[in-house]
Nanobody
Framework: VQLQASGGGLVQAGDALRLSCAASGISFSSYSAAWFRQAPGKEREFVVGERWSGGSTYYADSVKGRFTISRDNAKNTVILAMNSLKVEDTAVYYC????????????????WGQGTLVTVSS
């Protein structure tokens, strides 16, 4: 099983960015997807996740209205569209997949991508 995250980069505040996470070796549609992030010196935090595969989505208050998660089961890909980026969004972003359990808890996720760095400058 492999999750390959991509799309990170250096952008200015107010810009948009689109992260992708491609899964292989897994029945992708059977898993719920999420994105977490970890800023320098901070713990990994929940950004957005699906309650079930393709189902209801939940966003951290800090990104609500700016970030959107979507999936393409035909391409085994989950997308994080990020708009109106802020300096405080700077972090390594991780995609993750889980079969069950609380969607906010990292320990419930079975597979993780390697992370992609997003840097937002002022």
């Amino acid at each position: 099983v492999q999750l390959q995250a991509s799309g990170g980069g250096l952008v200015q505040a107010g810009d948009a960015l689109r992260l992708s996470c491609a899964a292989s070796g897994i029945s992708f549609s059977s898993y719920s997807a999420a994105w977490f992030r970890q800023a320098p010196g901070k713990e990994r935090e929940f950004v957005v996740g699906e309650r079930w595969s393709g189902g209801s989505t939940y966003y951290a208050d800090s990104v609500k209205g700016r970030f959107t998660i979507s999936r393409d089961n035909a391409k085994n890909t989950v997308i994080l569209a990020m708009n109106s980026l802020k300096v405080e969004d700077t972090a390594v972003y991780y995609c993750a997949l889980r079969r069950s359990g609380n969607l906010h808890a990292p320990e419930n996720y079975d597979y993780w991508g390697q992370g992609t760095l997003v840097t937002v400058s002022s």
